[in-house]
């Protein structure tokens, strides 16, 4: 019986080992297939040993476990573990690597689309900004348009509205040339006419004057000469008035008598101031005009006719003259 229990004991300190590594060889493999559905890149590992079974029953020395033989089969199965962790380490550090190349990966693709983000605002900003001066600018250049637009319009208005009144301002001007000339002509009809009045009434005198009629020889001498007179005096303001220039300082209602000296041809020798006006600028413009005259025909005739009434009333005479009687 000691025998028989012998074996038994023996087979039961064989059994604790052999389940130790099974157990670490089923570890080891759900390890593999557990680091193969996580991380299929990985170092292919190192060959496992495989453990046999021992024949129990074998009697032999040979086959016979021992405490030394114990201790290596121990150190053999513990080396598949030491293995599967330095796998699983290697795993984990490959794993960590990926994961820190995959975070890397992740933050350069967020920097690059933080970095494109922000040049798409910039470009859009750019783009408002440009777009902002543009209309600026447009706006600028029609309110500009509109200025000179404005500016024209108004030019061309003044132009129109000068031109409107120098237009009425010619018409009137040729109204009032017009009124001045018909007056001018209505006042040379009239002097015209006065002087033919004159001129056949100084006729009449002086062929009454010469008339060998009884009326008019028995006629008073100083009543026929003071009507030639009167006729040949008015002949001389009008020959005077015709050369007269009126002066600056002259006025209506100034005075001067001069006495004219003449031959009997008409000729007019010489022109004196017998009464000053008061001013020197309208006598001296009185004796050019008369001095201008220079000869009266009308007086040849008159002392070739009646010598004596030349000699009387027109050798030496004065007349008077004011502003108002030279304009004619």
Known sequence: MNTREQPQVRSAGYAAPLLKALAVHLLVAI?????FSIAPEFEPARPIVQATLVQLNSKSPATTPTDQNIAGEAAR???PAHEAEELRQQQQRQQEAQEATARAEQQRQADAAAAAAAAARTEAQQREADAQKQAEA????????????AAEEEAKKRAEEEAARRATEQARAREAEQRAAAARQAEADREARERREQEEARARALAELLSDEPQYQQAPADQIGDEVAASYDDLIRRLVSEQWRRPPSARNGMLVVLTISMLPTGQITDVVVKSSSGDAGFDQSAVQAVRN?????????LSQENPSTFDRMYRKRDLRFRPEDLEY
């Open 138 to 149: 447009e706006a600028q250049r029609r309110a500009d348009a509109a200025r000179r637009l």
């Open 77 to 79: 199965t513990s080396a």
């Open 31 to 35: 390890l593999l297939f557990a680091s």
């Open 293 to 301: 005259v220079g000869r009266i025909p009308e007086m040849q005739q």
